[in-house]
């Protein structure tokens, strides 16, 4: 079967670093996406791998290893409305994307 | 731009009452997605279109049905609601179905069946 594992919540200091971790098992890869979803809102696009290695956009990074089956989601200088779920979805062999429970990450001051 | 739309907002359903659910996108986008979000679980796709004129099913497609008469439209259409089909609803739109396509979503319906 096709599975997503990533923790079901994680709690942060405002300012710091977090990493979120995504593991998979799917049938065939298209590529790997993480989102964000604030509370009773719409899920929204953060990034997208394909190849190994570590995309950078801002003060989030997004890394992969296909061989590994794993990916992890960097937050730096972590803000409070940085509060929110963060979703893994690995795009299968038929280009449907198979989605994570979520991370809820929890921001402290 | 308003992008992509859903209506209604919330809705509470008898059980057995027949409902569809609204989708536009006005961005133009080829393939379009019906997901449900249940707690503690993944968005599972319910159905989607890749193109104008054709559908296809999801990992969920089990009393739903779908439509896309025009580019524009996705109707997701309950024939006769259970209390398990209690959930937030999405609907999403990309520009196309294969890899590197970002999937653009719409607010969400929150349905409730009694």
């Known amino acids: 079967g096709q599975n997503i594992d990533q923790p079901t919540e994680m709690t942060a200091t405002e300012g710091a670093i977090v990493q979120i971790n995504c593991t998979y098992q799917?049938?065939?890869?298209?590529?790997l996406f993480w989102y964000q979803q604030h509370a009773g809102e719409a899920p929204t696009f953060l990034s997208y791998?394909?190849l190994d290695g570590l995309e950078e956009k801002g003060r989030f990074s997004s890394f992969l290893s296909r061989s590994k089956g794993y990916s992890y989601l960097l937050l730096k200088e972590l803000q409070m409305k940085d509060s929110a779920s963060y979703l893994c979805?690995?795009?299968?062999?038929?280009?449907?994307?198979?989605w994570g429970a979520g991370t809820k990450l929890i921001i402290k001051p | 731009i308003a992008g992509i739309t859903q209506a209604p907002t919330s809705q509470i359903l008898a059980a057995g009452r027949r409902m569809t659910l609204r989708c536009t996108q006005d961005?133009?986008?080829?393939?379009m997605y019906w997901y449900r979000q249940d707690l503690g679980l993944g968005l599972r796709l319910i159905h989607y279109?890749?193109?104008?004129?054709?559908?296809g099913k999801g990992e969920v497609p089990d009393g739903y049905s779908v439509s896309r008469a025009n580019t524009d439209d996705f109707p997701l259409t309950l024939a006769s609601a259970v209390p398990s089909q209690t959930s937030v609803y999405f609907c999403?739109?990309?520009?196309?179905?294969?890899?590197?396509?970002?999937?653009?979503f719409g607010p969400g319906t929150r349905l409730t069946v009694l």
């Open positions: 999403a739109s990309s520009e196309g179905s294969g890899h590197n396509n970002e999937q653009f």
């Open positions: 279109s890749n193109t104008a004129g054709t559908t």
């Open positions: 791998n394909v």
């Open positions: 979805a690995v795009m299968d062999s038929n280009y449907q994307l198979i």
């Open positions: 961005m133009r986008h080829n393939a």
């Open positions: 799917t049938s065939g890869f298209n590529g």
